[in-house]
């Protein structure tokens, strides 16, 4: 096998997200050379931009061209009359929070829908809750509600496993035959992606064998490296127009590494950067008014002091 990364079972696509590897596959080996194949294949060029926008998330984006070349190409074999292969696209997505589960959806979403596979590309984004309702055949019906919503696009659910919690009494058990008659009954109206712990969702998939097979794409969302959230640090820093000094850029990184440790399955990932990128923001404004500080230089520069990383504030994310 040339990539382990990247296998495929029962012709099944299981990717894992190998950030540093595939960064260097991404200038290694760009499909689109020229300016002419750019112009012909704009819907992945300006697809391919936006998701530079994002750290690492490497598999995604070899994922996408690889799923844009099959649409293409099965275009193409069509207009000469020749046989194309059935698309199915739902998904499971692995992964701790804060690893980029819904932001991938989302894209995805657009990315179908400019595609033309969905007709309109919204993301519904459901939990159990939302789901599974209190009385026989409530269930149903509020998952059928859902699913009419997504009607068009992409219905993801987060925390998935959680529908198996109960065993087979539970409603939740009801919102799985649904969701499973519509994936049958509806195959092409809406795309259907699974998210949850990795660990969850492989346990969820084991208690119910008719599954894995209706998920033809599989992604791991592994926790971002610690050069990966420094990265994600300074384009949240420079997006909102501020500056970090050396000094608080060392703290920063000294304390991502300690968190990681400490916090191997909680800890939230992209969305703790954002939190704690928002928080030295507001508290780097209650100093500059403290001391009457409001020169350009005062305004952008974040200081050391402006994080705050005590452990009850780490809790809370
Ligand atoms: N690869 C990334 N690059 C930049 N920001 C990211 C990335 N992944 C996640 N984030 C940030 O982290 C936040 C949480 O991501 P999200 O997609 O909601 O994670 P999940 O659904 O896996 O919990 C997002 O708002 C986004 O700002
Ligand atoms: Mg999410």
């Known amino acids: 096998m040339s990539n382990p990364m ?22 290694s080996n760009p499909l689109l050379l020229t300016e002419e194949e750019k112009e012909k294949h ?56 804060g690893t980029g589960k819904t932001t991938v959806a989302r894209l995805i979403a657009k990315f179908f829908h400019e595609m033309e596979v969905l007709a309109k590309g919204q993301l519904i984004e459901v939990e159990r809750a939302d789901l599974v309702g209190e009385y026989i055949g409530h269930t149903a019906q509020k998952t059928r509600e859902v699913i009419k919503k997504a009607s068009g696009g992409v219905l993801f659910i987060d925390e998935a496993y959680s529908l198996s919690r109960g065993g087979e009494k539970d409603f939740g058990k009801e919102a799985i035959d649904t969701l499973v008659k519509a994936m049958e009954d509806q ?8 998210a949850g712990y990795s ?15 209706r998920f033809p794409i599989a992604i791991d969302f592994p926790n971002y490296t610690t050069d990966e959230l420094m990265e994600m ?26 968190l990681k440790l400490e916090q191997e399955r909680t800890f939230s990932n992209g ?17 500059l008014l403290r001391q009457g500080l409001y020169d350009r230089d005062s305004l952008v520069t974040i200081m050391k002091e402006d994080f705050n990383f005590d452990t009850s504030h780490v809790k809370l994310n």
């Open 6 to 27: 990247h296998t495929r079972k029962n012709g099944r696509i299981n990717v894992v997200l190998n950030h540093k590897q595939n960064k260097q596959e991404q200038t």
């Open 42 to 97: 704009q819907i992945l060029e300006n697809f391919e931009k936006e998701l530079e926008e994002y750290v690492g998330l490497g598999e995604v984006k070899r994922l996408i061209k690889e799923i844009y070349a099959w649409l293409y190409i099965n275009r193409c074999r069509e207009g000469h009359g020749l046989k194309t292969s059935k698309q199915v696209f739902h998904m499971i997505f692995k992964g701790n929070p």
């Open 187 to 194: 195959q092409h109206d809406f795309v259907l992606i699974l």
């Open 199 to 213: 660990r969850e969702m492989d346990y969820f998939l084991s208690l119910n064998p008719g599954l894995p097979s």
């Open 233 to 258: 640090v300074r384009r949240m820093i420079n997006e909102r127009e501020y500056e970090l000094t050396m000094e608080s850029e060392r703290h920063v990184k000294e304390h991502l590494k300690k």
């Open 271 to 287: 969305r703790y950067i954002r939190n704690i990128i928002e928080e030295a923001i507001r508290i780097q404004a209650v100093r």
